[in-house]
């Protein structure tokens, strides 16, 4: 969002009467071993987009001339088998791919002919010269007990270092890692950045904002450079959705908010953006006769979960309402009513499109008639519904002044925000039609129970996700971010008393915390799913401290799911989870 800093800034201003005190967790410290790789593969290795009988492995060469010609580079796999030290003489797949200056020297492969369910050592050869060692599974079929994954999703290079990806690394129980999103940022140095970027030696490369083929390739390759990401992606596949900074910030079928009219064509950018990202992550390439914006997918591990990829940014989303055009019509609820109803409620405004409605509604519908226990979508921004609490009672003048020097908008939206506006309207929250008309089709299908799993937002959520009429179709785990910034550096404790004031003014919103960097640990078993909400307590230093902010047990209910078992929280958060707020 263009005013995603600022306009979080306005609740800086908070001034809280009955401070929240956090909750004690045990706490454990690390500190980041892992080294970045070097030579001819100092890019790394990563495995992702896995079936039951295959996988795409990744890595990128680094020529010593740039104007060489291709070059062939081996790969290789054994399964594990117990072995901590593979010795590679056994393989089970070998193969070649070609890398050139016209992919960036990256290689891609996609292991074909694997055994389903089965974890695999995996590594690059060019002549002497062996890349790192990585591991990765193919996706189970038949009976399946339980799983385990990685939910991350907001990694800014400018903002800290990759801790959140360390410590997943150091982790042995992950199945795979999701990646919701913004896995990096297309600003230049002076966009978005941190006052820690150069105290840090982490500016963006290159220094201004990302627009061609070549700027895109770069920030990837400079991201690719981080310890913390090298080792996770080495540790287990990934699958990855892309969310707007892939591209550029605010993003949707035609255009940016951050796209200028000087920044040239926006479909000329786009395209630079989608090629470098299929270039640069090991996920497969869109089927032929499949636009390369269709990175929707769906994932089957077994008979337990039926994973499906949202994309909802470039396919089908229509242009977002930038409310700061609208407060001045914001003088009375009647009015803001309409704005709500005849304005963001336009039906025709889309989010999904048809053909990935019918594609997410089939597979989901199919889950459902083989007995599957978990219907689960990845998911870029926020799905649940959340408004604005009157925000006038805890801002005061002095702190109005100080924020309109960084967003002219600022007193309008303090005014604005007893009328209760989403928050989000970049969210889905944004695109009431599209999103009634999806949870519409659903419940048509027979499918009320999915789990969504989003990023975006830098914060930790739990949400019941409702029709218009008040039908429950599922809930929703919001992971916080990698490194960019949260709620909590601008606001200090008084984010507790804003998270509880959130958390009692929307009746869906059945957790929140933006206090933290960290992930979402999710386990599924037949009966249950447990959502741990694992933070770091910094990301300023290779030093740092891990603990879980709350935790969930997620239960089938009727014909739904709910949030049950709270673990971690105050007695005010309690209350306002269980309803009683």
């Not at 230049?188 to 390739?217: F, M």
């Amino acid at each position: 969002m263009k005013n995603h800093v600022s306009r979080r800034g306005v609740l800086t201003a908070l001034t809280a009467s009955t401070a929240a005190a956090c909750s004690s967790q045990p706490s454990e410290s690390f500190k980041s071993k892992n080294t970045p790789a070097t030579g001819t593969f100092n890019y790394g290795i990563a495995s992702g987009d896995p079936t039951s009988d295959a996988v795409i492995l990744w890595t990128r060469v680094t020529p010593d001339d740039e104007n060489t010609g291709p070059i062939e580079v081996a790969c290789e796999m054994l399964p594990v088998n117990g072995a901590a030290d593979p010795d590679f003489d056994n393989l089970s797949f070998q193969k070649s791919v070609t890398a050139s200056a016209a992919t960036n020297w990256t290689a891609k492969i996609d292991a074909t002919g694997l055994k389903s369910g089965t974890w695999y050592y995996y590594r690059f050869r060019l002549g002497d010269n062996i890349s790192p060692v990585g591991k990765t599974r193919t996706l189970p079929e038949g009976k399946v007990d339980e799983l385990s994954f990685a939910v991350v999703s907001c990694a800014n290079w400018q903002h800290g270092l990759f801790n959140v990806y360390d410590h997943i690394s150091k982790q042995d129980h992950f199945d795979a890692m999701f990646h919701l999103g913004d896995y990096y940022y297309e600003y230049g140095a002076d966009g978005y950045a941190d006052t820690v970027a150069g105290k840090l030696g982490r500016l963006h490369e290159p220094r201004h904002e990302i627009v061609s083929l070549t700027d895109y390739r770069m920030r990837h390759a400079q991201y690719r450079t981080d310890p913390g990401l090298q080792a996770a992606t080495a540790n287990m596949p990934l699958i990855c959705i892309w969310d707007d900074h892939e591209t550029s910030n605010d993003s949707w079928a035609t255009g940016a908010q951050n796209h200028q009219p000087n920044e040239g064509d926006w479909e000329v950018r786009k395209t630079a953006a989608m090629r470098a990202y299929y270039e640069w992550m090991p996920i497969r390439e869109p089927r032929p006769g499949r636009a390369r914006e269709d990175i929707f997918r769906s994932y089957e591990w077994g008979d337990l979960l039926t994973l499906v990829s949202l994309e909802t940014r470039l396919v089908a989303r229509g242009e977002p309402i930038i409310v700061d055009d609208y407060f001045d019509q914001f003088t009375s609820q009647e009015n803001v009513d309409k704005f709500l109803k005849d304005t963001l409620a336009d039906p025709e405004r889309d989010m999904l499109g048809r053909v990935q409605t019918d594609f997410v509604a089939k597979t989901l519908s199919d889950s459902k008639a083989a007995g599957k226990p978990w219907r689960v979508l990845a998911n870029q921004v926020i799905m649940g519904r959340l408004n604005t609490p009157d925000m006038n009672p805890y801002v005061d003048e002095t702190a109005i002044a100080n924020i309109e020097k960084d967003w002219a908008a600022a007193r309008a939206f303090v005014e604005a925000s007893k009328y209760g506006l989403p928050v989000y309207i970049d969210s889905w929250d944004g695109y009431p039609a599209a999103r009634e008309k999806f949870f519409t089709r659903l419940k048509s299908e027979g499918v009320e129970d999915i789990l969504v799993l989003t990023g975006d937002a830098h914060e930790y959520w739990v949400n019941d996700l409702t029709t218009d009429a008040g039908d429950k179709v599922g809930m929703e785990l919001v992971t916080t971010s990698v490194s960019s910034e949260t709620l909590g550096k601008y606001m200090g404790d008084t984010v507790r008393d804003y998270a509880l004031l959130m958390t009692q003014n929307n009746e869906n919103a059945k957790y929140y915390n933006a206090e933290f960097n960290g992930y979402i640990d999710m386990k599924f078993t037949r009966k249950k799913a447990l959502a741990r909400f694992v933070a770091v307590n910094g990301v300023l230093s290779n030093e740092y401290e891990s603990f879980e902010t709350a935790r969930f047990t997620i239960r089938p209910s009727k014909n739904t799911i709910k949030a049950t078992s709270p673990k971690g929280l105050n007695f005010k958060q309690r209350l306002l989870f269980s309803g009683f707020g």
